[in-house]
């Protein structure tokens, strides 16, 4: 029932400031988050951030803090990743996620990957002169 579709990836220059777009179908949930992780090839997947319908607290992975912004449009039902300097070492699949929590969470900080339900395909951000 839950659906989430990736979008705003491709070709940047180093330096440049794409904002990929995470549309979610299913909705409205009572209670979830949603995270933006990203996996190249043979590697493990990694969290970069994620953001709850209930809080504004919007943690984010050590690599990225100062360059990706994650943010939401609860009217457009979707979730976005704001990624400026990129760097060729931000060259992956970058993917959206979202877990469903039952009850109210007082986490603050990101689920862990497991966690998540459902998973969108993925958009490829490659980063290149």
């Known amino acids: 029932q839950v659906q989430l579709v990736e979008s705003g990836g491709g070709l940047v220059q180093p330096g440049g400031s794409p904002r990929l777009s995470c549309v979610l179908s299913?909705?409205?949930?009572?209670?979830?988050?949603i995270g933006w992780f990203r996996q190249a090839p043979g590697k493990e997947r990694e969290g970069i951030s994620c953001?709850?319908?209930?809080?504004?607290?919007?943690p984010y992975r050590d690599s990225v803090k100062g360059r990706f912004t994650i943010s939401r449009d609860d009217d457009k039902n979707t979730v976005f990743l704001q990624m400026n300097s990129l760097k060729p070492e931000d060259t992956t699949v970058y993917y959206c996620?979202?877990?469903?929590?039952?009850?109210?969470?007082?986490?603050?900080?990101?689920?862990?990957?497991?966690?998540?339900?459902?998973w969108g395909q993925g958009t490829q951000v490659t980063v290149s002169a």
């Open positions: 953001i709850r319908n209930s809080d504004d607290t919007t």
């Open positions: 299913g909705l409205p949930l009572d209670y979830y988050a």
């Open positions: 996620a979202i877990k469903i929590y039952v009850v109210a969470s007082d986490e603050t900080g990101c689920p862990p990957l497991w966690q998540y339900d459902y």
